[in-house]
């Protein structure tokens, strides 16, 4: 089975509003929890980590929450624009790969 | 700096045809891996490597081949091409045991008929 999910494929938000993102995971042993945003026809890129022994990580505009009890993981996004409209996904890092979930569709309209 | 490079950018194959999709790094990175993309999927891992002359297996490796003879390149090779192979593939690059931040190619869409 996969170790790594999301709850919602999709997610709809008006620009200006905060969106929360969810990911649940299996893994206990992963040392790392990963976000990564991509846009059509690219590549993922990094957003934000988070070291399995902290709860939550800041960023530009963006923060991480990790509760370890329930193996859930979240990325909020302050004031989303039109911008943030991509797939994200989370990830964990199992010693020397990335395993990804599924993803969430984020949707901004203005 | 090239970062992460793979090629083709599209390719179409037929059933049974073979072919190596390229991925070439300049950024020293000791991780590499590929994965495939499928719509609903998500990115699943193919296979990955640590170093020259290191590959494992990772989610999905049937049906594929990796070497890793220098840093730098890291090939896929689809040995007898499946219509199940029809996919976007992504190589990405870890600059080693203390990373998290993937540099991910352009990816490679793979159709097979």
């Known amino acids: 089975g996969e170790s790594v999910g999301l709850h919602l494929p999709t997610l709809s938000v008006q620009e200006g509003d905060n969106s929360i993102i969810n990911c649940a995971y299996s893994n206990s042993a992963s040392d790392y929890f990963i976000w990564y945003k991509q846009e059509s026809g690219k590549g993922p890129q990094f957003i934000i980590d988070i070291r399995s022994n902290m709860d939550k990580r800041q960023g530009q505009r963006v923060t991480v929450l990790l509760n370890k009890t329930v193996k859930h993981l979240s990325l909020q996004i302050a004031a989303t624009q039109p911008g943030d409209s991509a797939v994200y996904f989370c990830a964990e890092r199992e010693r020397t790969a990335l395993i990804f979930g599924k993803g969430t569709t984020l949707s901004v309209s203005s | 700096n090239a970062g992460v490079t793979q090629t083709p950018k599209f390719q179409v194959l037929k059933t049974g045809q073979s072919m190596t999709l390229q991925c070439a790094q300049d950024?020293?990175?000791?991780?590499m891996s590929w994965y495939r993309q499928d719509p609903g999927m998500g990115l699943r891992l193919i296979h990955y490597s640590v170093g020259a002359g290191i590959t494992d297996q990772g989610e999905v490796p049937n049906g594929y081949n990796v070497s890793r003879s220098t840093t730098e390149d890291f090939p896929l090779r689809l040995l007898s091409a499946a219509p199940s192979q029809t996919s976007v593939y992504f190589c990405?690059?870890?600059?080693?045991?203390?990373?998290?931040?993937?540099?991910f190619g352009q990816g490679t869409r793979l159709t097979v008929v």
């Open positions: 950024m020293n990175h000791e991780y």
């Open positions: 990405a690059t870890i600059s080693g045991p203390s990373g998290t931040e993937a540099f």
